[in-house]
């Protein structure tokens, strides 16, 4: 499998690669074709369902659904720019097409994945502003623009600019043509590797960590105030100095915060082996990538366009009977059945729960 911002064979030159044409595993392309397949089927049947959905109720949008949308289009991104793109790759063995195609859809491929992941987190910085600094949030009151999600499309759009000078249409063999990159050597493919695993992957999840622990621990104090508010005092035992600002915190914000949890968890779990075999077949010379495990993990990130619609849409209580609905109802017989902000649930919300209530 390639990489969005590698050359096709990991740690080979290009007159490695004109000298040698080594074939393909068959087997192992015919597996990638099934499963990209498979993928992107899923991701766009999810993401333009759901789209769908908040579309039809674009005039009640909370702010939770404006940041579900926005990434429900990242994840569309990711799906027609850097999954389609795969799979007919697979099919042909060539990159077919011109040079400006070439760097057009190397560009789309990383724009979809800043989008992806700065949306997750532009959504966990807003969660954390509604829990531990509500009054901020109330008087920010509603803007005709979104500026978090302007933010992370911007970053994404900007970020993504290299790739349209480091890919271009090549030919690396007598009539043959492919979408190859070009790095200074040796350390030109290293360097860009590393540097996008840290701004893609390593610094948004740091941020989203620490935002999480913080909305945690604020919600731990929430309902140490609710339990004890009848059992003593204010001015025998004072409350902590963020008791003000998290002691009315809705369940219905307390929720939404359960949802970017499991979302984030599920960006983990998808792009971690992903940037992990990207970083070990460039700095790795005997790194295994031609083998079934490599193309496996690496198709996992993948997963996570898939994942997205399906946490939002299980957590409101309506896959698939609500999705099913909208696409084949009119509009006006359809019953508002997406819960607010209030319908969205995680285990972790539940397991702070029971011990606050154990105590």
């Excluded at 949306?119 to 623009?145: E, H, K, L, S």
Aim: hydrophobic letters at 50%; proline letters at 5%; glycine letters at 4%.
């Amino acid at each position: 499998m390639t990489s969005p911002f590698s050359p096709n064979i990991s740690n080979s030159s290009l007159e490695m690669e004109m000298a040698d044409e080594q074939p393909r595993d068959e087997s192992l392309a015919k597996i990638e074709i099934a499963l990209l397949s498979i993928v992107f089927l899923s991701a766009g049947i999810l993401n333009s369902g759901l789209l769908l959905m908040l579309w039809k109720r674009r005039k009640q949008l909370s702010r939770m659904r404006v940041f579900v949308f926005h990434l429900c289009l990242a994840d569309l991104v990711v799906a027609f720019f850097q999954v389609c793109p795969q799979l007919m790759w697979d099919i042909t063995d060539r990159f077919i097409g011109p040079d400006l195609v070439c760097r057009l859809v190397k560009y789309m491929q990383v724009v979809g994945m800043f989008a992806s992941t700065y949306m997750i987190v532009v959504m966990t910085i807003d969660r954390y502003q509604a829990i531990c600094n509500p009054m901020v949030t109330f008087q920010r009151g509603r803007a005709r623009w979104n500026v978090p999600v302007c933010v992370a499309w911007a970053i994404s759009l900007v970020g993504s600019l290299p790739q349209i000078f480091i890919f271009s249409r090549v030919q690396v063999a007598p009539g043959v043509f492919d979408c190859w990159a070009e790095f200074i050597k040796p350390w030109g493919l290293k360097t860009y590797v590393t540097w996008t695993t840290l701004v893609i992957f390593v610094l948004p999840i740091l941020t989203v960590i620490v935002c999480q622990v913080r909305i945690c621990r604020a919600v731990q104090i929430n309902l140490y105030i609710k339990t004890h508010k009848e059992g003593e005092s204010a001015v025998a035992n004072p409350l902590p100095s963020r008791a003000s600002s998290v002691a009315g915190v809705s369940k219905a914000r307390i929720k939404t915060v359960k949802m970017t949890v499991v979302i984030v968890l599920a960006y983990i779990l998808c792009w971690a082996p992903f940037f992990t075999v990207q970083l070990w077949s460039v700095w790795d010379v005997n790194a295994p990538t031609e083998t079934a495990t490599f193309t496996i993990l690496m198709l996992l990130a993948s997963l996570n366009s898939c994942a997205n619609p399906c946490i939002y849409l299980l957590f409101s209580g309506q896959l698939p009977k609500r999705l099913v609905t909208l696409l084949c109802r009119d509009q006006s017989k359809l019953k508002d059945s997406i819960p607010e902000e209030a319908t969205m649930v995680s285990s972790l919300y539940f397991s702070f729960k029971s011990l606050s209530d154990a105590k």
